[in-house]
């Protein structure tokens, strides 16, 4: 199960602020650009080639030495020997010694094992890279949908005051007050809108979306603050399933295999030979007579086959620089696994903690802040509505209001960013 990413304070205002922006724009989950950004992504696309490199490679791997055939033919009519002519046909076969093949093949499959890790790695970044900017996004877009609110309430008070002022029921000062705040809530606006086009488009990068296809997010309602996520599973589970340790693994595998490959290389291959000559041949000024008594030339026919085993004079200390060579990426590739397994749960533990205590503030702010502040709100309304109180005394407890809720919003955030840093730790969704 994915890990879902909410807002849950302004996830109505926020949706139907996303659908009069982007009229009858699709709307995007978190679950759905990761799909359309593993679908598009340039970098990914290069990473999935090496994949089909590395099975390239072992299929040539498999390829054993290619046997050759030698034809030949001899004559001495040139050089005034009409008589003497050699016609030949020979075949070659190369053996390959010391099992070459089947450890070149094994050398090759770890290729292909490790080229499929790293593509696993490389999809594991971006899938967290897509779900922090929706994180950033859909939290600008609820600071933004959050000011627009307090907008319209501050233009509706303005146009209440002037009356009250020209009735004479207010002091001219409460109409420049409220002009000072909407001036800098607008302010405040501009400079969010600014950051959520910012995040929109990481998302375009990231998903290869084009500038004129529109994207717009949707908002799950749920609040994400209530799951339970047991640290020791959570520390097993980055063990068995995150990706570099994976990788560092297959090195590892994979300049053991190369050692032994190059210490079978060091070890001559056989290469067997057979030929087959037939040699015509004539005795210079020799005759004799045919069965009806003519004279001929004395000539001679023989048939030969010939064969043998080659060998090249090979000795160890000839592949001796490949060997430790091998043996220092192994050597590096263990130190490297060993690190990460003991890293691994220390970044497992420090993202839960701070999923965990993200998690508690944003309990407290909702329960002993929040709604507390909203109701503080209200009771200064009806008192200045009742001419208890100042309009200055109402703007300052609507400021802190609006400051709880930003922090409300940062909270949450804060928990989102949480969910998928442990995501990161852990090497894949949350379950």
């Not at 009250?164 to 969010?192: C, T």
């Not at 529109?214 to 995150?242: F, H």
Request: hydrophobic residues 40%.
């Amino acid at each position: 199960m994915s890990s879902k990413v909410t807002l849950s304070l302004v996830a109505p205002f926020l949706c139907a602020l996303v659908a009069a922006q982007n009229g009858s724009a699709e709307a995007y989950s978190a679950d759905d650009l990761v799909r359309i950004a593993i679908e598009r992504n340039r970098e990914l696309q290069a990473t999935q080639q090496r994949v089909v490199e590395a099975r390239g490679l072992l299929r040539q791997a498999g390829i054993r030495p290619a046997p050759s055939l030698q034809l030949e033919g001899t004559t001495g009519r040139p050089l005034g020997s009409p008589g003497e002519e050699e016609y030949a046909a020979g075949y070659s076969h190369p053996v390959e010694m010391a099992g070459k093949r089947d450890k070149r093949i094994r050398l090759a499959e770890k290729g292909v094992a490790l080229a499929q890790a790293e593509l696993g790695e490389r999809t594991r970044r971006l899938v967290i890279d897509v779900k922090l900017r929706y994180v950033d996004a859909v939290t600008e877009q609820a600071r933004l949908a959050t000011l627009d609110r307090l907008i319209g309430t501050y233009k509706e008070s303005a146009k209440l005051t002037e009356s009250r002022v020209q009735q004479g029921d207010s002091a001219p000062l409460d109409g420049q007050l409220l002009l000072v705040e909407l001036n800098r809530a607008e302010a405040l606006r501009r400079a969010i809108k600014g950051r959520v086009g910012v995040a929109l488009a990481d998302l375009r990068r990231l998903c290869s979306l084009g500038i004129a296809e529109p994207i717009s997010l949707s908002i799950d309602s749920t609040s994400a603050s209530g799951r339970k996520y047991p640290l020791g599973e959570l520390v097993s589970s980055a063990l068995a399933q995150r990706q570099d340790l994976r990788v560092a693994q297959i090195v590892e595998e994979q300049a053991g295999a190369e050692v032994t490959l190059t210490e079978a290389q060091s070890r001559a291959d056989l290469t067997l030979t057979a030929r087959y000559a037939l040699r015509n041949g004539q005795f210079g000024g020799l005759y004799g007579l045919t069965a009806v008594g003519q004279p001929a030339a004395l000539k001679d026919k023989d048939n030969i086959v010939s064969f043998g085993v080659s060998f090249q004079l090979l000795s160890r200390n000839r592949n001796l620089g490949n060997i430790e060579a091998a043996a220092a990426r192994a050597t590096g590739s263990r130190s490297l696994k060993q690190h990460l397994e003991a890293t691994i749960p220390l970044e497992v533990e420090a993202a839960w903690e701070r999923w965990d205590a993200a998690s508690d503030s944003l309990r407290i702010l909702n329960s002993g802040v929040l709604q507390q502040s909203e109701k503080n709100i209200e009771v200064i309304r009806q008192a200045y509505a009742l001419g208890q109180l100042r309009l200055l005394d109402v703007l300052n407890e609507q400021r802190r209001l609006i400051d709880t809720q930003m922090n409300f919003i940062d909270a949450e955030a804060d928990v989102l960013r949480g969910l998928v840093e442990l995501e990161r730790a852990v090497g894949g969704d949350l379950k």
